[in-house]
């Protein structure tokens, strides 16, 4: 069945340092998603990839979708300690498979 | 929009007690999903609906997992004769359709004894 892997699974950074997480499928995807769960929270949708090497931004965040459309990337410019969390991709099919997120903690 | 709305937030039972949860989705939501999280995994998917049809459902579910949709408004996930393994948070999500963004709830976090 569709898988997608993600790494770092795990990512400490000082507070204003870069951070970035990766999400790989071994099959092409028709589309992406990424989420963001705050601890002891619940997913919260983030964004959707659907163009060939498309780039999108939200403030610090930039996701690019590969030329591929096999892998996506998320990009923390300037790490806040808000952006504490798991970050998940997701590959929507009829059911939608997640990641196993990267946990990002966030040194002051 | 007033959001996922589960219940109950926690459950405790003891080993082989059946439990049943409940997910309320966004009124015009006719996607519904059931998943199952554990500490450091990402939600790990149970079963959806379209309306009040169920279409697919995890090879990893148990026949001691059912769940139902009647009317296409709510759903409950029972589980029957509880195991220690059981132990997770299950999420609930909604959607307009297909490939659109998921709208999770807080999930109900169940602990066996």
């Known amino acids: 069945g569709q898988q997608v892997m993600q790494i770092p699974q795990y990512q400490h950074v000082q507070e204003g340092e870069d951070f970035t997480t990766y999400c790989n499928s071994s099959t092409t995807l028709s589309n992406i998603q990424w989420y963001k769960q705050r601890p002891g929270g619940h997913p919260v949708f983030l964004i959707q990839l659907v163009k060939s090497g498309e780039v999108k931004k939200q403030k610090r965040l930039t996701f690019q979708f590969g030329e591929a459309k096999k892998n996506s990337s998320l990009h923390i410019t300037a790490t806040q300690t808000t952006d504490v969390g798991t970050y998940f991709c997701?590959?929507?099919?009829?059911?939608?498979?997640f990641g196993k997120g990267t946990r990002l903690h966030i040194l002051p | 929009d007033t959001g996922v709305s589960q219940n109950p937030r926690h459950k405790i039972t003891k080993r082989g007690q059946n439990v049943t949860f409940r997910c309320d989705p966004i009124?015009?939501?006719?996607?519904l999903y059931w998943y199952r999280q554990t500490l450091g995994q990402g939600p790990e998917f149970l079963t959806y609906f379209q309306n009040e049809a169920q279409l697919e459902k995890s090879r990893l579910l148990s026949d001691r997992f059912s769940a139902e949709r009647p009317k296409g408004s709510f759903s409950t996930l029972e589980i029957q004769r509880t195991e220690q393994g059981d132990s997770a948070m299950y999420l609930c999500a909604s959607t307009r359709g297909f490939n659109q963004p998921q709208h999770f709830g807080d999930g109900t976090r169940l602990s066996i004894l």
């Open positions: 009124s015009e939501h006719n996607r």
């Open positions: 997701a590959a929507p099919d009829d059911k939608i498979i």
